[in-house]
């Protein structure tokens, strides 16, 4: 598993539309782009050239601290290892999309926080994992 690192991975994965939401939770979204839509020029019957690449997008609008987004940032990197061999192949991007209770989590950087959003994005990555797999697998619709 590799880090995404580069704009157009992330633009590509953000900008695919609806179809490539494939897990929401109470406070991330799991985006997916397959490997076999980025690769160009492979030849029939060949993997495809791409492996599995992680990103993370924590906007300051909902975690307005830096120890906070930190924090979530690792928890992500961290939940794509332990989730690295059910994953297909392709550009997997989790984004925040909606802040964390401060009433519920005071510190920023507590352990209270830390388990809450291992547990949601275990829970996210397992069913974004599932419905990838189920998508890969369907036939393609036909025009």
């Given at each position: ?22 897990a929401?939770?109470p ?5 997916f782009?397959?490997?076999?839509e ?6 029939p019957?060949?993997p ?7 990103g993370a ?35 997997w991007?989790?984004r ?13 950087a507590?352990?209270?926080l ?20 189920r998508q ?8």
């Open positions: 598993m590799r880090r995404l690192k580069q704009r157009a991975g992330f633009e590509r994965a953000l900008g695919a539309g609806p179809q490539a939401i494939v929401r939770s406070h991330f979204m799991l985006h782009v397959p490997a076999a980025l690769s160009t020029g492979q030849a019957g060949h495809p050239a791409v492996d599995c690449q992680a997008v924590l906007p300051k609008r909902w975690a307005r601290r830096a120890v906070t987004r930190n924090l979530l940032k690792r928890q992500v990197y961290a939940c794509f290892e332990r989730h690295a061999g059910d994953l297909p192949a392709g550009i991007v989790v925040l999309r909606t802040a964390f209770d401060r009433e519920q989590f005071r510190s920023s507590s352990e209270v830390k388990r809450a959003a291992r547990q949601e994005l275990d829970a996210l990555l397992a069913q974004g994992a599932a419905r990838a797999r890969l697998a369907a036939p393609p619709a036909s025009t």
